[in-house]
Every structure is written in C-alpha cells, then in structure tokens.
C-alpha cells in the first residue's frame, strides 16, 4: 500500500482516557500533517511539522497534542476528548523542496477511526 | 469564502461514460492542484497534480487547469464501476505550508 503507516487503525475511548495515534512513514520525506476528517466536511489541518518543527498549529484544542520525536514518526495524544472530535483522523508526508514550493505532494496514511464515547 | 469549493454530487455517469469533476478556489497565486481519490472507508489516494494551464493527460485520466477563471477540472474516460469514489481536489497556495481540500464530489458510475 502506501509508504505511511498509522497505528491504531479503529480506537474507541471514553472522555476521560488518554490515548496516542501513531504514524510513520518510510518514504524519507521531511514534512507530516494531522488531519482531521468529519462526515460531509473537507479534510481540517491539524498541525505541520517541517524537519520536526511544528509550523503550523490551526486552532486546535489542547486536548489533542502532537509529538514529532524525528522526521519519520508522528503522534498525537488524545486526552479528556468530547463525542464530537470523533472522526477519521489522517497522517500525511511530503517532501517539501527548496522554499517549501511547488512539488509538494502528500502522501497519506491509512487513518485511524477515532469513536468518543 | 471557501479555500476550494466543489459540488458534492452525488454524480451518477454509465459504465464507459465520461466523468467530469470541477473545482474552483479563491486564491489567484495558488500554484499547485491534486486531485485525490477516496474510497470509502480508505484513506485520500494521489491520482494527479497539475502546475501549469491546460490539459495533463494520464491513462484514462485528464485534469484540466484554467488559472484565469480559477478552476481545475478532472476527466474519466471510459468510466468504470471501480472509479466509483469520492474525489478530492486540492490546492497549494503560495507560501503556505499545506493543502487546502474541497469536501470532494462522490463520482457513482453506474454498470
């Protein structure tokens, strides 16, 4: 399949859990996204980061906090989430060039099925 | 205003028809378009990107872009059940650091 893998494919958590979704990608890429991905709306930025430095954070609530320990892996931890941050949530990677410009092409993981009791 | 706008279908075409998917967006300096395939319960696959005005044709796919009217278009020729999906466009803006997703169109092609 593709080269962006994520773990765990299906989760259920209550309110009061803790949780963390994991992504990699072994396509020697140096930018990941999040992404958030709700019935009948377009794909929702959650957070960038380029060489391990998140450069973008669009809004999102602190109960979702992203972990980019290198180039390769990404988490997101999921703490006290509500019945509505249940989606589908995404993992992507790029290969962002010179300048960050033209040719970025993302690459995206199977996803995880995120269900808030 | 909406980033990038699309209809959201559902489009129904017959088997060996051809399908065509429109989008348009709001920021004149974009740059670059993709088009994603999503099935359902799959995760966004890359079909094609395009740069530069005109057509880019790949196999039975053709995209189309018109920076002018700000619109970017994707063509299926000969339509199979299996393109049945729902199908993605987005936009790389100048100097931003992602994507912006239209909410796709759902292509059903009828056998």
């Known amino acids: 399949e593709t080269g962006v893998t994520q773990t765990p494919r299906h989760l259920v958590m209550g309110m009061t859990n803790k949780k963390s979704l994991k992504c990699e990608q072994h396509l020697g890429h140096n930018a990941m996204y999040w992404y958030k991905q709700s019935a009948k709306k377009p794909l929702e930025l959650m957070f960038v980061y380029n060489f391990k430095e998140q450069t973008e954070n669009n809004s999102v609530p602190s109960r979702f906090s992203p972990e980019c320990p290198n180039s390769s892996h990404l988490f997101l931890h999921l703490h006290t989430l509500q019945p509505e941050d249940s989606a589908l949530y995404l993992c992507a990677s790029s290969q962002k060039l010179a300048g960050g410009q033209i040719g970025e092409t993302q690459y995206f993981g199977p996803g995880t099925r995120l269900l808030v009791l | 205003q909406k980033e990038v706008e699309q209809n959201s279908g559902p489009l129904s075409v017959p088997e060996g028809a051809i399908a065509s998917l429109n989008c348009t967006y709001s920021d004149r300096g974009s740059q670059s378009f993709f088009w994603y395939r999503q099935y359902s319960g799959k995760s966004p696959e890359l079909i094609m990107f395009?740069?530069?005005?005109g057509d880019k044709e790949d196999g039975r796919f053709t995209a189309q872009l018109n920076k002018a009217s700000q619109y970017v278009s994707l063509l299926i020729r000969d339509s199979q059940p299996s393109d049945s999906a729902t199908y993605l466009c987005a936009v790389h803006q100048t100097g931003a650091n992602n994507l912006f997703f239209g909410t796709g169109t759902r292509l059903t092609v009828i056998p």
């Open positions: 395009i740069y530069s005005n």
